[in-house]
């Protein structure tokens, strides 16, 4: 119970920075997606000087300057767009490592509700929940297992939601991972 405790502590702790991470990398994608959207508009207002000068017959050393502009305009694109990829790939890292993390739970909770499940069987094969409680001393006693019995099949079924929530996390963080693709 103790390992439970700490296990879903880290996990907490592992989402909370996973998050952070990800609203960080969030507000990077909005700036260079900003940066991006300027340099564009940059290149189109070169591309109009361009033709402009064009057809007043500008001197070639203002049509060269105007094209070098454009070309230092169009590698601060290039940048731009591949710090974009880097952030994108970085995401992607991310949800990989968390969609490996959550199949290692996942496979534990399994491993666990398993055991869980064939100790059960095995008591069950023993003595009877029935058996349990009439062997009992007292009323008390008896009154006792009853709640044992209870909580112990409360905590199975608590046990079953937890594989299938962590599945669908699990899926659903596949999903995101595609989409990202």
């Known amino acids: 119970m103790r ?3 700490v ?7 592992f989402c909370s920075i996973g998050w952070n991470e990800a609203s960080a990398q969030a507000e990077e994608q909005e700036v260079l997606e ?6 564009q508009k940059e290149i189109e207002q070169i591309n109009y000087l361009l033709f402009a000068q064009k057809k007043e017959r500008g001197t070639i050393l203002d049509q060269m ?3 070098n502009n454009k070309i230092n305009v169009r590698q ?10 880097n ?13 490996s993390s959550l199949k290692e739970e996942l496979g534990e909770l399994k491993e666990d509700y398993g055991m869980m499940i064939r100790e059960s069987y095995e008591s069950k094969i023993q003595q009877s929940k029935l058996m349990f409680l009439l062997s009992s001393e007292n009323f008390y006693q008896a009154f006792k297992r009853l709640q044992y019995i209870k909580q112990y099949t409360d905590y199975r079924r608590q046990q079953g939601e937890q ?15 595609t989409e990202q693709r």
Do not use: M, P
């Open 3 to 5: 390992f439970r405790k």
């Open 7 to 13: 296990y879903t502590l880290l996990l907490i702790v």
């Open 34 to 39: 900003a940066k991006r959207k300027q340099l």
């Open 65 to 67: 300057e105007a094209l």
């Open 76 to 85: 601060e694109l290039i940048g731009v767009t591949d710090k974009q990829s």
């Open 87 to 99: 952030l994108l790939s970085r995401k992607i890292n991310t949800n990989i490592k968390a969609i």
């Open 163 to 177: 594989i299938i929530v962590k599945t669908d996390e699990l899926t659903q963080l596949n999903i995101d991972l």
